[in-house]
């Protein structure tokens, strides 16, 4: 990873507009009810989540917590797990994306990917410990095959993506 | 890094502490008080997520509805098929039954004949026919195992069919009052007048050696005469269709109508006298004469 400094980044783009990020969360929250058959479950990554992971790789500012809260909570009902079970989750999210990305520039698809898993995995990592706290259900490695499928989404999907380019060295 | 980034850095650590403290609580709040956080579920469901929750359910709608559609016209298709089939096995034991029926009230008529007629004469059926449009022969399906003889008489309810022409063991052939070889002494109903009438062949019957000065009238019905070995008196045989006088000749001409059609018919009864040699209608003579076995004075 290079050397990143922020003002260059300042520069170059400018961040989404708060509506354009609660359409693509909208977006995700449908994704993430649309009736996938059983199987597809255990392999169905967050699309929330990722949409999270993507804007906190591409904004310059840090995501805005309240906003990944209320997707969370939103989520929570969807899905009719503890109330703010998800919203944990994504809090957690942003913390990692914003440990991972810190002052280095993510530069190809890759390293993208690899940022997108790790993010995705403390998702679910923060999900399974409220389920762990509450409900004392068992976590194992497999739960974690979403953020798996969600590193080779982000492969195959680079039109979603917009690197940014470094702006020094 | 300056202080400013600095100090948003620790911003955003506090909101990110602030957030997950927020989530933790809630799911705690959620796990002991479960009745206060549902209202902000159902609030939730109903106002925000239901449009999003119809949006995702939409693929799966128009699937179904559409797979429904599809897969209630196959069911209609294959149900009309078999309803076709149905139909078409119940035209088909309609038409059965309708033979049956057909067939029933011919056994019927036939019956009322023979108790009318000769109560001892035997029913046979009519196998099949031959030399169409104008029957003269048929088959029936009964022979000398039955005891049936050359030149006994076929009649129906209506009159007279024929007359047995060749007998096998269970079959016997039959020669059609319509054919030539075909003669038959009959009398008038109204008052009992002698004519004699030959089959001409064609459907119709001749009249034979009718003299001039007798009135034949259109109309005139026709049965057997008494005295005749192949059928019993009073046999409906034919109705007078027309008649005319050549000039020259002491005889009329004319021509009568079969009472009685086979083509309707699918058994015959059988004269149980008759059943001798003699009896057999001989080919028609060159001359026109009467065959000997006719052995009825038909003249008046």
Same mark, same amino acid.
């Given at each position: 990873m290079m050397r990143y400094h922020s003002d260059d980044a300042r520069s170059i783009e400018r961040d989404p507009s708060l509506r354009l990020i609660t359409l693509s969360l909208a977006t995700g929250l449908l994704l993430n009810l649309l009736p996938y058959p059983d199987a597809w479950f255990e392999y169905k990554p967050d699309f929330v989540a990722l949409l999270l992971a993507y804007w906190a790789l591409r904004?310059?500012?840090?995501?805005p917590f309240a906003l990944a809260f209320a997707a969370g909570v939103l989520m929570d009902v969807a899905y009719t797990a503890a109330l703010g079970q998800h919203a944990f989750a994504y809090a957690a999210l942003l913390v990692v994306a914003h440990v991972l990305k810190g002052p280095y520039v993510i530069a190809n698809r890759a390293q993208q990917a690899v940022f997108a898993g790790l993010a995705l995995a403390a998702a679910i990592a923060a999900s399974l410990l409220v389920s762990w706290a509450y409900e004392s259900i068992a976590v194992g490695a497999a739960d974690f095959k979403p953020a798996l499928v969600g590193m080779l989404l982000w492969l195959l999907l680079p039109l979603l993506l917009a690197p940014r380019s470094p702006a020094g060295g | 890094m300056d202080f400013s980034d600095d100090g948003r850095k620790k911003m955003v650590w506090l909101r990110a502490a602030a957030a997950m403290l927020l989530a933790w609580g809630l799911t705690y709040a959620d796990h002991r008080i479960g009745d206060a956080t549902s209202k902000v579920r159902s609030s939730l469901a109903a106002v925000v997520l239901r449009p999003i929750r119809f949006a995702a359910e939409l693929p799966t709608t128009a699937w179904s509805t559409t797979s429904g559609y599809f897969q209630s016209r196959e069911e209609l298709i294959e149900s009309r098929q078999k309803i076709a089939e149905e139909l078409l096995r119940q035209r088909s034991r309609q038409q059965l039954v309708d033979a049956v029926e057909r067939e029933n009230a011919i056994l019927r008529s036939l019956i009322n004949a023979r108790l009318r007629h000769q109560p001892d004469a035997a029913i046979a059926e009519i196998l099949n026919t031959a *030399?169409?449009?104008?029957? *003269?022969r048929i088959v029936i399906g009964k022979g000398s195992s039955e005891g049936l003889a050359v030149g006994q008489g076929l009649f129906t309810d209506e009159g007279v069919i024929g007359q047995l022409t060749r007998v096998d063991g269970d079959t016997s052939q039959a020669l059609l009052l319509t054919d030539k070889r075909f003669w038959v002494a009959t009398r008038?109903?109204?008052?009992?007048l002698l004519v004699l009438l030959q089959g001409d062949g064609g459907g119709r019957m001749r009249l034979r050696f009718v003299p001039a000065d007798v009135s034949l009238l259109p109309g005139d019905l026709l049965e057997t005469a008494e005295g005749q070995q192949a059928f019993p008196a009073g046999i409906p045989v034919a109705a007078i269709a027309e008649t005319w006088q050549p000039d020259g000749v002491p005889f009329q001409e004319g021509v009568a109508k079969p009472v009685a059609s086979v083509r309707q018919q699918t058994a015959v009864l059988i004269h149980s006298g008759g059943g001798d040699e003699d009896a057999v209608p001989l080919p028609v003579e060159p001359s026109g004469a009467v065959p000997s076995s006719l052995k009825v004075d038909v003249l008046p």
């Open positions: 904004m310059r500012r840090s995501f | *030399s169409l449009p104008f029957l *003269s008038r109903r109204s008052d009992g």
